[in-house]
């Protein structure tokens, strides 16, 4: 069964609160193969293999700009176990390899898998980072309000500014540029999982 393995490991714990119980509850609601679940100190692992959970949980990640975050593509050793700390196979030693390889990469962020398998997932990602990276406060308000269905009027209404103000601030916040790296993100997930036809 091939699927993709997060493993999320907490930048400069040493000297922060530890956010792990946090994420792992902000990322409770995706459809997942397994749970996220803390491994060892810092850092927590999952399972996934719907192509529609990827964007969700590496988009929450990114916002919080805490972790290293390995993608490990592959097959897992069969039968499936209940958790995900408790996993064997190729998807798992890929994701160590990404989480190890991610503390010194663009973004914090890698993906790892056979030969070149992953490659175009990680280049789209990285670009998705620097989109998010440069958004605010105030953009991620105005993200946040669209995603949930608002117009830009509406969202408008909600914040107390013009629709103007709103298109303005979702330009700048790159909610376009977003919106299509997500679908770019579930496309290559779905490839990847076997699951685009």
Do not use: C
């Not at 010194?104 to 997932?121: A, E, F, I, Q, Y």
């Amino acid at each position: 069964m091939t699927v993709i393995v997060l493993t999320v490991d907490q930048r400069g714990s040493r000297s922060t609160p530890d956010l792990v119980a946090d994420a792992v509850a902000a990322l409770a609601d995706l459809p997942l193969r397994l749970p996220f679940e803390r491994t060892v100190g810092d850092e927590f692992q999952g399972v996934l293999d719907q192509p529609s959970a990827l964007p969700r949980a590496v988009e929450r990640l990114l916002r919080v700009g805490a972790w290293h975050i390995g993608l490990g593509i592959g097959d897992v050793d069969e039968p499936v176990p209940a958790t995900a700390r408790a996993g064997r196979g190729p998807a798992y030693v890929h994701a160590r390899h990404a989480v190890t390889a991610a503390k010194n990469s663009p973004w914090h962020l890698r993906v790892s898998g056979d030969d070149d398998t992953g490659r175009d997932l990680e280049s789209v990602l990285w670009l998705w980072a620097a989109v998010l990276d440069r958004r605010t406060d105030k953009g991620w308000e105005v993200t946040d309000l669209v995603d949930q269905g608002l117009s830009y009027d509406e969202a408008g209404k909600r914040l107390g500014i013009s629709q103007s103000a709103v298109s303005q601030r979702a330009q700048a916040a790159g909610l376009v540029e977003g919106r299509r790296a997500r679908e770019v993100v579930t496309h290559l997930a779905a490839r990847l999982l076997g699951k685009d036809d």
